[in-house]
């Protein structure tokens, strides 16, 4: 029997070994109509054109964030069709829900998907719904209806979840063309309720583009107003802010238009400033601990140190447009754009740094999600639907949508760990 236990154990960790499948959004050109999916597997790009693969038909114009809901769903914000569309895991299209005009960015607890929208106007299970500024929806994935939504501040961006809480970062984007001025808010909904239930200035401008998430922790980018005032970065502390704790923020004088998480709970950006004076970009390339920064209020806590040669290459890209750690494996990648009309390429480099490839895939590529390797969903069951990764001799916890939580928060004994890519039971 003992035998019989050693060979399953190992046909079982040989059988689930890391893979890396990505599904990367290339946002086309705007109001043309040619959003595109690729799909990239184990060092090759399967399709540029996956979604139209699977599906027989378009994605749709200006795709903008991408998120796995749970283990068979991924949703898609398709900003100009006015679509969130949902698709499996193999890219087959399930539901699309059109009732959110203007959708920005995504986040998710499993059972809901909560949407951003610069719209005034949004169609809920209650009838239509009118609101002066811009909201944030809330669709039931059992049926795909949008069943609430909430007004928050002008043009709402990124999006996340913590401890029950909605935090959304809103831009005032429109203010060159609308009435109204810049955003300098974060607004706190209750994702029960769809409530707000505080509203945190933070003092900067115009918070734009994705949020990235480290347990409490949010890098929001803020990209100014391209004249006078120049972009910068919020570390944002959820925990502080629920408490009240005014000091829930710090400000860096760095941008990190595209940022991503890192395995060990950092934040990696770059940094994209454009001035409609010069009508020049420059950038800026950091590493950021988010724990140092909110202990010092941002006297310390950021470096220029990447790992292997991504630093280089990406200073050698034409126009970098993304960047994403892989959370399940660590390895890198990024994009860059060229010339914004063309062709992009995809890199991917190891978790060490060391260039792996360089991928032609479509235009403006953008958005990044890792699949989970083949194994992690099933066959084994954790406890809590929680795994904890040996990294650098700690134990890090991530839930079932690759999410890094803060491990303070489970006192239960792992029923399996992920080592050098592989799972293992551990029978305790």
């Not at 062709?343 to 260039?355: C, D, F, I, K, V």
Request: hydrophobic letters at 35%; charged letters at 20%.
């Amino acid at each position: 029997m003992k035998q019989i236990i050693i060979s399953f154990l190992c046909l079982l960790t040989v059988s689930i070994q890391a893979q890396e499948r990505i599904i990367l959004l290339n946002e086309g050109l705007w109001q043309a109509d040619n959003g595109r999916i690729t799909y990239f597997e184990d060092g090759k790009v399967v399709s540029n054109q996956w979604f139209r693969d699977v599906n027989g038909s378009k994605l749709g114009d200006t795709p903008n964030d991408i998120i796995q809901v749970n283990e068979n769903l991924i949703a898609i914000a398709i900003n100009w069709s006015n679509v969130v569309q949902f698709i499996t895991p193999k890219g087959k299209a399930v539901a699309a829900t059109e009732d959110i005009p203007n959708n920005r960015k995504l986040c998710s607890d499993g059972r809901y998907v909560y949407v951003t929208s610069y719209g005034h106007e949004c169609e809920t299970v209650n009838g239509m719904q009118y609101f002066e500024k811009g909201y944030v929806a809330k669709i039931d994935i059992s049926n795909f209806k949008c069943i609430a939504a909430c007004e928050v501040g002008y043009e709402p961006e990124g999006i996340a979840l913590y401890d029950g809480r909605l935090f959304v970062a809103n831009t005032g984007g429109y203010a060159f063309e609308e009435d109204h001025e810049y955003e300098t808010t974060v607004s706190i909904l209750n994702a029960e309720t769809m409530q707000v239930e505080n509203t945190i200035d933070v003092g900067q401008i115009n918070l734009y583009g994705k949020l990235s998430q480290s347990g409490r922790y949010l890098c929001i980018n803020s990209p100014g107003d391209y004249y006078k005032i120049p972009a910068a970065c919020i570390i944002f502390d959820c925990e502080k802010a629920l408490q009240g704790d005014e000091d829930c923020f710090a400000k860096l004088e760095y941008a990190s238009t595209y940022s991503c998480t890192t395995l060990d709970g950092k934040f990696m950006a770059i940094g994209s400033r454009f001035s409609y004076i010069t009508n020049e970009y420059t950038f800026n390339y950091v590493t950021i601990d988010p724990e140092e920064v909110m202990i010092s209020m941002g006297g310390s806590g950021v470096d220029e140190e990447f790992p292997g040669t991504v630093l280089d290459d990406i200073k050698n890209m034409m126009m970098p447009y993304g960047i994403y750690v892989n959370p399940y494996t660590g390895y890198i990648y990024g994009t860059d754009a060229g010339s914004f009309e063309g062709a992009g390429y995809l890199y991917q480099w190891s978790p060490e740094g060391e260039l792996l490839g360089k991928y032609k895939v479509y235009i403006n590529p953008a958005h990044f999600l890792a699949l989970a390797p083949e194994g992690y969903w099933s066959g084994i069951e954790s406890i809590h639907n929680s795994e904890f990764i040996i990294q650098n001799g700690e134990k890090v916890i991530y839930d079932i949508m690759g999410r890094r939580v803060d491990s303070s928060l489970f006192t239960l004994r792992p029923s399996l760990i992920i080592k050098d890519g592989k799972k293992i039971i551990n029978k305790q």
